[in-house]
Each structure stands twice: as C-alpha cells, then as structure tokens.
Nanobody, 125 residues
Framework: QLQLVESGGGLVQPGGSLRLSCAAS????????IGWFRQAPGKEREGVSC????????NYADSVKGRFTISRDNAKNTVYLQMNSLKPEDTAVYYC??????????????????WGQGTQVTVSS
C-alpha cells in the first residue's frame, strides 16, 4: 500500500547540509505519520525523526536533535528531512516509512517491511 521513494542524498563535507525527500507514489500522504530512519554499514537501522500526519507533532533522536528538521508538504505528497551541521557519523543510507511521534519516541509498525532503496548520505572531507 505504501510506496515511498527517498531522494536527495549525496556526498557532503562535515558541517554541510542536505535535504532529503520522501515522496509518496500512488496514494495520498495526508493520513500517514512518516519517519526517517538510517542504517550505517555494520549497524542496525535506527530511527532518526518522525512527523505526525498533520505535521503538528515531531520527534527526533538525540543524536540529531538541533541539527535535523523534519517537515511535510501534504499538497506535494512529500516529507522532508533537512540535515544541517552534518557529521561523519551521519553517514548512512536513509529510509522513510510509517512512524508516528508518540511521547518522545517514534512508533513504528512492527510488521512493516516495505523499505525502499533509500538514499545514501555520505559525510566526508
């Protein structure tokens, strides 16, 4: 049902910025809370941020708080992740998927397995 395509990754120097996009294909994003996740080589996928369906609630992992901003434009059927002050440890493949901000965490769907190709973010000098 969910068809999400990530884009916007690339190679950037430490301290640089990137803006990732998560675009819905074939359905409206209006009723879905969406989160960003990332997976670095040799590590498990971790939650980065999430945003409610209306955009009124957001959560961030401690490691990115103050540097990353999640937003959405339902008219464009897209969720964004603005990443500033990037660090080498931010290097990972970034994915988006269903995830709702609940209290201080992002609640995922345990059975969700429709992860796409993601978009590669590499922070290196």
């Amino acid at each position: 049902q969910l068809q999400l395509v990530e884009s916007g990754g690339g190679l950037v120097q430490p301290g640089g910025s990137l803006r990732l996009s998560c675009a819905a294909s074939g359905f409206s994003l209006d009723y879905y809370a969406i989160g960003w996740f990332r997976q670095a080589p040799g590590k498990e996928r971790e939650g980065v941020s999430c945003i409610s369906s209306s955009g009124d609630r957001t959560n961030y992992a401690d490691s990115v708080k103050g540097r990353f901003t999640i937003s959405r434009d339902n008219a464009k059927n897209t969720v964004y992740l603005q990443m500033n002050s990037l660090k080498p440890e931010d290097t990972a493949v970034y994915y988006c998927g269903p995830a709702a901000p609940v209290q201080t965490t992002c609640m995922t769907i345990p059975s969700f397995g429709s992860w796409g190709q993601g978009t590669q973010v590499t922070v290196s000098s």
